[in-house]
């Protein structure tokens, strides 16, 4: 799984990496994202939603990040 280390970034910054990251993948493809900005909770879900993506998991780190799973849609 490709991972995007966001921490450290600012809305919409960590949502855009994933965008990019994503969207480069094949369908079907998984993609974690490390963010720190706590609107990424809302950032990362509202995205998927609109871009038909699936959000596969979501977990809080030791050090204060979240790790947003996400795969993408067809």
């Known amino acids: 799984m490709i991972e995007v ?7 919409p ?3 855009l990496r ?4 994503l969207l480069a993948q094949p369908p079907g493809s998984a993609v974690a994202l490390i963010a720190t900005d ?3 909770a809302i950032d990362v879900p ?3 939603a ?3 993506h699936e959000l596969l ?3 809080d780190l ?3 990040a979240t790790r947003f799973e996400v795969r993408r849609g067809g």
């Open 5 to 11: 280390d966001a921490r450290g970034l600012l809305c």
């Open 13 to 15: 910054l960590p949502v």
């Open 18 to 21: 994933l965008r990019k990251v």
């Open 38 to 40: 706590r609107m990424a």
């Open 46 to 48: 509202h995205f998927c």
């Open 50 to 52: 609109e871009g038909g």
């Open 57 to 59: 998991h979501t977990a």
């Open 62 to 64: 030791d050090d204060g």
